[in-house]
């Protein structure tokens, strides 16, 4: 019987969805075997309950004070040890500043082959990813040993919580040594906002905001739709916003369910950032703007007029 | 201060995907370094001239990537490695395995490379090359600062900023905002036709294909289903905005 192993994460107390959605990837990888999860860090067995919800029969907490912040050596030592432990047939986690950095490490450890980035996944297994972010794909097998794997967010469908299920918590002690970081201090520049890869829409601006001033406007349609902002390479290189918000090649991929273009034009690296997202909407001076070539709905017209009737609009409507 | 920065060659980030025969076609692709390993090189150029010692570049690649290497040298690498033995080439597993055989052979203080290559996306190699070293590693890094064997690196964090202190050696991984990489100037590309470039295969390196045998392997690649062109709105701007409020709603169901 197979046994897939799950690291779930949580960022500000916070039990990220990716983790659920890991969950589901481990029920497909697992064939009908069982799913165990873990969590790390002080306070994170919390979340233990959410965990079984979603299939985890059991949740390993190791709840030592080094995996309280994200160093590679302590996640790394304690990913190490619980698969040890564990000797799971799959490992899967998200595809997080946390998961990205910590699964290669220990894969090289083990000597294990690592899929990064998997948005989807069949029988086989084989899974499917983005190359050039997103303007192609792979379809990827492991051709030996175990299978590890990290997952983007928003790809893969969590399942229902079930509140029926529950997970057995089991307190999993590790040995954490010879840390070589420090982390000395964490500047908080995305508390109360809505992060960019796990968000469900998205505004974004671009060169068309001209100023950092014009994107007052994108982050009031933000804040009545909940939404996350992020803005095109021209924006960020102009000094309007910062390089975390920067969507495209170079930057982050998204896969909202919404993302609504703002006086973006469409440079085929952005394109390759937001086009595989679910439903586009671009707003665009331009009529001739590549962006109303993948858009599903585009409005021609000033960003500064139509942004803000769109705000009022959709004010009207969601309350 | 011996550095060493790894890096790839990579399709220019305004190219379009053409699939031929189940491969990627690189027909008329205009190729660049990597956007993240080019802030690694100029990173590495920086720390030369602040510190002293020596920047060596390494790519595993076929021999067109020694245009990347030469752009590296002429933006002040000093010295260049290719490694085109394509016996070495495989998954992220192998290329870890290869570099770390090049590590070894060339020495380091500290490896820079990007956080990932634009066009696998996959972000493995630099952790997975600190681990085969034994070396710590810090990634995304915005900020970097050296003193002694002291490091300090600012670190992008989905957005947030991390400091983190460790020691030399260590391999760093560099997002964007670390710095602005310079163009090679035209002395800069004279002489970086005369620095040395060293083509390595597994003999050279003590490895064999076995050694380093991928372990994954690509079963298909294919491009994204094509978007239909969507609707343009039209009438006054008003009724415009608020036809798109009912579609997103009643059609797109996102709302």
Known sequence: MKKVLVLAETRDGQLRNVSLEALAAAHVLAE????????????SGAHAAVLGHHGAGTVYVADHAALAQYTPDAYAQAL?????????????????????????RVAARLGYGLISDVTGLEAGPVFTRPI????????????????????????????????????TVVPFDVEIKDLRSIVKEVVRKTSGKVDLSEAKIIVS?????????????????????GAAVGASRGACDADYCDYSMQIGQTGKVVTPDLYIACGIS??????????????????????????????????VGDLFEVVPLLTAEFKKVLV | MNILVVMKQTFDT?????????????????????????????EAIKLKEEHGGEVTVVSIGPDRAENALRTALAM????????????????????????AAVARKVGYDIILGGQM?????????????????????????????????????????????????????????????????????????????????????????????????????????????????GRILSGDLAAQVSELVQLLRNEAKVI
């Open chain 1, 32 to 43: 009908g075997g069982e799913v165990v999860a873990a969590l790390f860090g002080p306070d």
């Open chain 1, 80 to 104: 190490k040890q619980l698969i040890d432990f564990v000797s799971p047939d799959a490992v899967v986690l998200g595809h997080t500043a946390i998961g990205r950095d910590v699964a290669p």
């Open chain 1, 132 to 167: 050039y972010a997103g303007k192609a794909f792979q379809k990827r097998t492991f051709t030996d040993g175990a299978i590890m794997i990290t997952i983007r967010p928003n790809n893969i469908p969590a399942a229902a919580p079930d509140t029926g299920k529950t997970a």
């Open chain 1, 205 to 225: 601006g671009g060169r068309g905001v001209k100023s950092a001033d014009g994107f007052k406007p994108l982050y009031e349609l933000a804040d009545v739709l």
């Open chain 1, 266 to 299: 469409g440079a085929i690296q952005h394109l390759a950032g937001m086009s595989n997202s679910k439903v586009i909407v671009a707003i665009n001076k331009d009529p001739e703007a590549p962006i109303f070539q993948v858009a599903d709905y585009g409005i």
């Open chain 2, 14 to 42: 305004e190219e379009k995907i053409v699939i031929q025969d189940g491969k990627i076609s690189e027909d008329g692709v205009e190729f660049i370094i990597n956007p993240y390993d080019e802030y690694a090189v100029e």
């Open chain 2, 76 to 99: 002040g690498a000093d010295k260049a490695v290719l490694v085109n033995d394509e016996s070495l080439f495989g998954d992220e597993y192998t290329t870890a395995k290869v570099l």
């Open chain 2, 117 to 229: 290559a634009v066009d696998s996306g996959a972000g493995q190699g630099g952790p997975r090359l600190a681990e085969e070293l034994g070396i710590n590693h810090v990634s995304t890094a915005v900020k970097l600062e050296i003193n002694g064997t002291q490091v300090r690196v600012e670190r992008d964090v989905e957005g947030d900023l991390e400091v983190v202190e460790t020691s030399l050696p260590v391999l760093i991984t560099a997002q964007q905002g670390l710095n602005e990489p310079r163009y090679p100037s035209l002395p800069g590309i004279m002489k970086a036709k005369k620095k040395p470039l060293d083509r390595l295969s597994a003999d050279d390196l003590g490895l064999s294909a076995q050694d380093v045998q991928a372990k994954t392997v690509i079963v298909d690649q294919s491009l994204p289903p094509k978007k239909q062109a």
